[in-house]
T-cell receptor
Framework: NAGVTQTPKFRVLKTGQSMTLLCAQD?????MYWYRQDPGMGLRLIHY???????AKGEVPDGYNVSRLKKQNFLLGLESAAPSQTSVYFC????????????????FGPGTRLTVL | AQSVTQLDSQVPVFEEAPVELRCNYS??????LFWYVQYPNQGLQLLLK??????LVKGINGFEAEFNKSQTSFHLRKPSVHISDTAEYFC??????????????FGKGTMLLVSP
């Protein structure tokens, strides 16, 4: 099992450019998440999905869009990149547990380091 | 709404010494609590979690944490640290939902620096 993979690992954009970050998981997890990590800020949730075809906003959704067309993939898009979106982006997934909803471990990808000039 | 406070941004400690990383949370309902670790240039991985039952939770790599409901705390401890424990540690909370889904809220992290 590869677990959670993210593409690309690094990217440099100019202000106004667009890009899509791809997250893939091979664990058949229902839930998937996109976070951004900034120094001294911890991880902040951008968007998440509780199943194929569904998405929801997290804490910091502005400037981002997402899609979950297939259960194993979760795409994060930046339509017009801004320097404030310079960050490390992490994707995560978690299973659905009947015993303790929301109590399951999230499995994280290795991250994408994005710089917007 | 839930929130997490990690009281120390950085904790320096010598190898083989004990360590405690502090975490306090705020929520109006019952919660699940987690500690994740992030090694340099990697994603996060779960150290341990509290869902219910015994308030002392044991995790991987010799770490343990104690849930204290009255003090709304979930401090992480290890009796003897190694150089390899140098990493950033994140406390996280999610509310037990009656309906719907509740997301995970992370603290800002504590950098554990272990020196020889």
């Amino acid at each position: 099992n590869a677990g959670v993979t993210q593409t690309p690992k690094f990217r440099v954009l100019k202000t106004g450019q667009s890009m899509t970050l791809l997250c893939a998981q091979d664990m058949n997890h229902e839930y998937m998440y996109w976070y951004r990590q900034d120094p001294g800020m911890g991880l902040r949730l951008i968007h998440y999905s509780v199943g194929e075809g569904t998405t929801a906003k997290g804490e910091v959704p502005d400037g981002y869009n997402v899609s979950r067309l297939k259960k194993q993939n979760f795409l994060l898009g930046l339509e017009s990149a801004a320097p404030s979106q310079t960050s490390v982006y992490f994707c995560a997934s978690s299973p659905v547990s009947g015993r303790a909803k929301n109590g399951d471990e999230q499995f994280f990808g290795p991250g994408t380091r994005l710089t917007v000039l | 709404a839930q929130s997490v406070t990690q009281l120390d941004s950085q904790v320096p400690v010598f190898e083989e010494a004990p360590v405690e990383l502090r975490c306090n949370y705020s929520s109006s309902v019952s919660v699940y609590l987690f500690w994740y670790v992030q090694y340099p240039n990697q994603g996060l991985q779960l150290l341990l979690k509290y869902l219910s039952g015994s308030t002392l939770v044991k995790g991987i790599n010799g770490f343990e944490a104690e849930f204290n409901k009255s003090q709304t705390s979930f401090h992480l401890r290890k009796p003897s640290v190694h150089i390899s424990d140098t990493a950033e540690y994140f406390c996280a909370v999610s509310e037990k939902p009656s309906v719907g889904y509740s997301t995970l809220t992370f603290g800002k992290g504590t950098m554990l620096l272990v020196s020889p």
